[in-house]
């Protein structure tokens, strides 16, 4: 039986198919009766599935990251598509094709991986260029890269996501690098390139997008600066010259305040060129694929607009389809 994307589904379906569970909550309701919200998706997208009346211990057999089998039926609720479900259960790896619930980039991987290395090699600075050396002969970096997503749920969230990012970023900074002379270019490529290498350790993305150990108690912005620090000694050795101490802090206050404010999640707020230059760059890559992907992800091809993004604080409007 072939599976029944989330993309396809409509209002009135009856639904009995296997989904990746993204998210497991259990709630109560106004009369403290707990149900179940099950957010499941596919690599077309995600829908939210409710059982209710449902006990701790009934469903406890599943988890995030399982693939379940759900019984149910699609209705349309204020607006936006969700099942009601009357089953869930695990089912096994082995009895899906991965390929159907684990999104990917939808460049070539192999491009972009040439791409970015032409960007890198491309720099001038002897320090900065063999400090990318020292990160794209690493094959576990490298291997990491074709398969990272840069986010657990929002922007660029499926395999290569984060390649696709860098790379995004690097070439906006290309464009736009005349335009503003005082900005060190060099500094910003490999400030693009090390802002988020740190979720590398910080997400797991083999069957689902997770939070490692690491990643949960430090986050990528550290874990970068870790990173960081593991090749400098490779590029002295390499050039056999002490690397530049300044460029280095500069480069690691980069990492550390790109998210561009406190309220969301940086220790220090930008304070160079080009620190303010990545979170920028950084921020209108991420912002864009998030709107994009929210409005090709949208199960309810009927709407104008989105469901409402909590995180967002807004819909997004789809457009009336009437445009010429």
């Not at 929002?154 to 070439?171: P, R």
């Not at 910080?202 to 593991?230: A, I, K, P, R, W």
């Not at 300044?246 to 060129?273: I, N, Q």
């Amino acid at each position: 039986m072939s599976h029944q994307f989330v993309n396809q589904l409509a209002d009135g379906e009856s639904l009995d198919d296997i989904y990746l569970l993204s998210d497991k909550q259990l709630r109560a309701n106004r009369n403290a009766d707990l149900y179940l919200l099950a957010q499941l998706r596919d690599k077309t997208g995600q829908i939210s599935g409710l059982l209710w009346n449902v006990s701790e211990d009934a469903v406890a057999h599943i988890q995030a990251g399982d693939y379940v089998r759900v019984r149910g039926k699609v209705q349309l609720y204020q607006g936006n598509l969700q099942v009601i479900l009357t089953h869930i259960s695990q089912v096994q790896p082995t009895q899906v094709d991965p390929d159907d619930y684990i999104e990917s980039t939808n460049q070539d991987v192999e491009k972009l991986l040439d791409r970015l290395r032409e960007i890198l090699l491309s720099i001038d600075d002897l320090n900065l260029r063999t400090l990318m050396e020292c990160f794209l002969v690493d094959d576990e970096i490298i291997g990491g890269l074709s398969r990272a997503p840069a986010g657990v749920k929002l922007h660029h969230a499926y395999h290569g996501g984060l390649l696709e990012h860098i790379v995004n970023v690097l070439e906006t900074a290309l464009r736009i690098g005349d335009l503003y002379p005082k900005v060190d270019l060099n500094l910003l490529l490999v400030g693009i390139f090390l802002h988020d290498i740190g979720k590398l350790r910080e997400l797991g993305y083999d069957q689902s997008f997770v939070y490692t150990d690491e990643g949960q108690l430090l986050g990528h912005l550290l874990l970068g600066v870790e990173m960081l620090n593991e090749k400098l000694p490779q590029v002295e050795q390499a050039t056999g010259e002490t690397f530049p101490k300044e460029t280095a802090l500069r480069l690691k206050h980069m990492l550390l305040s790109h998210h561009g404010s406190y309220e969301f999640g940086s220790p220090k707020l930008p304070m160079t060129p080009e620190a303010i230059a990545l979170h920028h760059l950084d921020n209108l890559d991420a912002k864009i694929n998030e709107f994009t992907n929210l409005i090709e992800s949208d199960p309810n091809a009927a709407s104008s607009w989105t469901p409402y993004q909590v995180n967002m604080q807004r819909k997004i409007y789809k457009g009336s389809g009437n445009a010429e």
